[in-house]
């Protein structure tokens, strides 16, 4: 069983590193994010690219709010570095392959990945096939959120400093978590040091899109009620800045699709912006 878990990863994990490799594959420079490293990862069948969830067109919106929301939470990082901060946490890490790939900022920071222990037990025996060095300054922090959705304790046990400030981003997370689950979550946030800094994702419920997203999320929301993790949570902007209000958190603010276009895809020609589905909350301690 334990030989399972590690040579079986984890199906969404997968779908967003092969997404985020389709980006420099299909669209137009200038790129959001550059990120092969997870395909490696991944080493997917030769024909992916042929996969139904891979088609270009099909996919376009989902693989671009993929590669908006960490080129976010990266330009994040790179400010919070600038400020001395000196810790960030990946909730839901997956295939992430930052701290392998900014080495410019994962050079001065430590990195600490919280995921499910199979998970995490696959992505270290896929690092280790290709010959990856993995330095002190990641940490992987095998968490059962089902079994212990407290993660302080394991991250202070990974050697986190719980009273030095931190940058801490939840994507691609939120939508298969209760509300009591999201809200736990950010009061285990609101609990680390003062000038630490949130990032989460969440989805908008389906009457605040538009035809095309609506189309789409219904097709998410098959997928994965069909892989065994349903969507359970949906939140509207307002709904979002109450709850970060009611864990504790500070300066909560949504960055909505608007915005995240307005950063990263004025004056492309091409017609690519950032989805509305998919906002992200701000918040600090």
């Not at 376009?60 to 000196?86: C, H, M, W």
């Not at 978590?177 to 680390?192: D, H, S, W």
């Not at 009457?207 to 065994?228: F, S």
């Amino acid at each position: 069983m334990q030989q399972n878990m590690k040579t079986i990863p984890d199906n969404t994990a997968v779908r967003v590193a092969l997404w985020r490799a389709l980006h420099l594959q299909v669209d137009a420079p200038p790129h959001i994010l550059e990120d092969e490293l997870g395909l490696q990862l991944a080493a997917p069948e030769a024909n992916w690219q042929q996969r139904p969830d891979m088609h270009p067109e099909g996919t376009r919106q989902a693989r671009l709010s993929i590669v908006t929301r960490a080129r976010f939470v990266e330009d994040l990082v790179t400010a919070a570095t600038d400020r001395g901060v000196r810790q960030y946490v990946i909730l839901g890490a997956g295939l992430d392959t930052f701290a392998l790939r900014r080495k410019d900022l994962s050079s001065k920071i430590t990195v600490y990945e919280i995921d499910e222990p199979s998970t995490q037990a696959w992505k270290q025996q896929r690092l280790a096939a290709l010959g990856y060095d993995i330095a002190d300054r990641l940490r992987f922090v095998p968490v059962d959120f089902e079994k212990h959705a407290h993660w302080l304790q394991a991250l202070a046990n990974a050697g986190f400093d719980m009273n030095s400030p931190a940058v801490v981003a939840c994507t691609g997370v939120s939508m298969y978590l209760t509300r009591e689950a999201i809200l736990g979550m950010l009061q285990q946030v609101a609990a680390l040091a003062p000038n630490s800094t949130l990032a989460l994702s969440f989805l908008l419920p389906k009457e605040l899109l538009k035809p095309e997203e609506q189309r789409l999320l219904e097709m998410a929301m098959k997928g994965a009620a069909a892989a065994g993790t349903p969507f359970l949570s949906f939140f509207t902007p307002a709904q979002m800045l109450e709850l970060a209000t009611e864990a504790g958190l500070k300066n909560a603010a949504i960055i909505s699709g608007s915005d995240l276009s307005n950063r990263y895809f004025t004056g492309r020609k091409d017609g690519l912006s950032a989805s509305g589905a998919e906002p992200i909350l701000v918040a600090a301690t």
